[in-house]
């Protein structure tokens, strides 16, 4: 019986290859809720818990197309200084939004500040990564 289409919470612990965990609903006491295949979550993670039942464990490994993706080169953006009006104050590590083309916000991180451009990588921080999650499906709804 599948989950699809239905309301589903999970608990999940996040891992890196090499063990460093990178996000945990256990840490925060609280299950995750959402539809399960309504692309509210990376493939892998929805197709995991697609045919799982209440009460169930599994351990799954994604590898970075059933995640965030690879690593795209496009998406390093060079921001010349003069076009870049109020982000006088950045530095490297910064997290900001940027206006689409739509206007909708896209997440970047600041990666180079030079007197001459501001360089921004608007790639998910997981992007290329294979990812390891220890999920348990809480409850399947309606």
């Known amino acids: ?23 945990s609903s256990f840490d925060r006491g609280e299950p995750l809720e959402f539809t399960c295949g309504a692309g509210q979550m990376i493939a892998g993670f929805d197709n995991a ?3 799982m039942k209440p009460g169930e464990k599994k351990t799954v490994h994604l590898e970075p197309a059933e995640a965030y993706g690879e690593r795209r080169d496009d998406l390093v953006i060079e921001i010349p200084r003069e ?4 982000m006088e104050s ?4 910064d997290k900001v939004a940027l206006r689409g083309p ?9 990666t180079r500040v030079t007197p001459a451009k501001i360089v921004v990588d608007a790639n998910h921080e ?12 809480v409850s399947v709804g309606e």
């Open 1 to 23: 019986m599948s989950n699809e289409g239905k309301k589903v919470k999970a608990h999940y612990r996040g891992t890196l290859d090499d063990g460093t965990q990178f996000d």
């Open 49 to 51: 818990v697609k045919d």
């Open 83 to 86: 076009n870049a009006p109020g």
């Open 90 to 93: 950045l530095k490297v590590g």
């Open 102 to 110: 739509n206007g909708q916000p896209i997440p970047v991180t600041v």
């Open 126 to 137: 997981l992007a290329g990564k294979p990812l390891n999650f220890e999920i348990e499906l």
